[in-house]
């Protein structure tokens, strides 16, 4: 008989973290699962609004550079040295709450995978009709969930690069701090 856990072992090993956790249920793993999701959500978002107010800063810098006002670029630069650890910190979160993700989705996917495996060998034994298609209909629905699983894709870890803030000698004369 052919075994979906023995291709999902091969498709990619098992996540750091995962091997020797506690067993869950599939609804328990769904829920956490759901939960992994929401919070790398969660912190991605923030590192986009982070992201976000440095560049805006970074082009309020540029602006009042060109315009020659110290006062707001020191402003704005002040503003991008704080945002900076906020935004490491962001992006690290990111990268924590992914692996968590995926881990999660690892999970979940290796317990249809049994469950499915489990159904499979059922199957095989069933006389009844009813009981047969019964059991069919949740193959279908256990293999297309592994499948979604499969085809989900890592989530991203960071932005698209945006500009930094370049400080020349010759602008240091008009930063004060």
Do not use: C, W
């Amino acid at each position: 008989m052919f075994s979906f856990v023995g291709l999902l072992g091969g498709l990619g090993g098992i996540p750091a973290g995962v091997a020797g956790q506690e067993i869950l249920t599939i609804p328990e793993l769904e829920s956490l699962y759901r939960g992994a999701i929401a919070g790398y959500e969660e912190a991605f978002e923030t590192l986009e609004v982070l992201t976000s107010q440095s560049e805006r800063a970074t082009q309020e810098f540029r602006a009042a550079q060109a315009a020659g006002d110290e006062a707001a670029a020191n402003q704005a630069y002040e503003t991008s040295i704080r945002l900076a650890p906020e935004k490491r910190e962001a992006q690290n979160r990111v990268e924590v709450k992914a692996q968590e993700l995926t881990e999660a989705r690892y999970r979940l996917r290796e317990a249809h995978a049994l469950y499915l495996d489990e159904l499979l060998a059922r199957s095989d034994t069933m006389a009844d009709p009813v009981t047969r298609r019964e059991v069919g209909t949740l193959i279908a629905s256990t293999n297309s969930r592994v499948r979604e699983l499969i085809l989900e894709a890592d989530p991203p870890v960071s932005l698209p690069p945006l500009a930094d803030i370049t400080i020349e000698p010759r602008d240091l004369s008009l930063i004060h701090i």
